[in-house]
Nanobody, 127 residues
Framework: QLQLVESGGDLVQPGGSLRLSCAAS????????FGWFRQAPGKEREGVSC????????KYADSVKGRFTIFRDKSKNAVYLLMNATTPEDTADYFC????????????????????WGQGTQVTVSS
């Protein structure tokens, strides 16, 4: 069974950068599309970004477009979320998820499409 482990969450000042990592084990990365989701205290889970199985297609929530970048590294069997120009509104627990049914060149930024989830990593943006 695919296992996902997130890391990289930290306290960062507004305007700062952070890179979240999602290490996948159990199956090759190519079998899955991946997504990053987040949940802030008292709020519903929100889709942040996703990347297709072949890495060609990506999607971003409007709130992070132009600031966050998702990418995958086959050699490390990992997926990353680079967060730039962070704001306090980015404070949340961030979760990595894998979708086994996605087509090669597509991803759907909807939580119900994803089959495997990590435990999350906490990001706090504060001065």
């Amino acid at each position: 069974q695919l296992q996902l482990v997130e890391s990289g969450g930290d306290l960062v000042q507004p305007g700062g950068s952070l890179r979240l990592s999602c290490a996948a084990s159990g199956f090759p990365l190519d079998n899955y599309a991946f997504g990053w989701f987040r949940q802030a205290p008292g709020k519903e889970r929100e889709g942040v970004s996703c990347i297709s199985r072949n890495g060609i297609s990506t999607k971003y929530a409007d709130s992070v477009k132009g600031r966050f970048t998702i990418f995958r590294d086959k050699s490390k069997n990992a997926v990353y979320l680079l967060m730039n120009a962070t704001t306090p509104e980015d404070t949340a627990d961030y979760f990595c998820a894998a979708d086994i049914t996605a087509l090669q060149g597509a991803c759907v930024l909807v939580g119900s499409h994803f089959d495997f989830w990590g435990q999350g990593t906490q990001v706090t943006v504060s001065s």
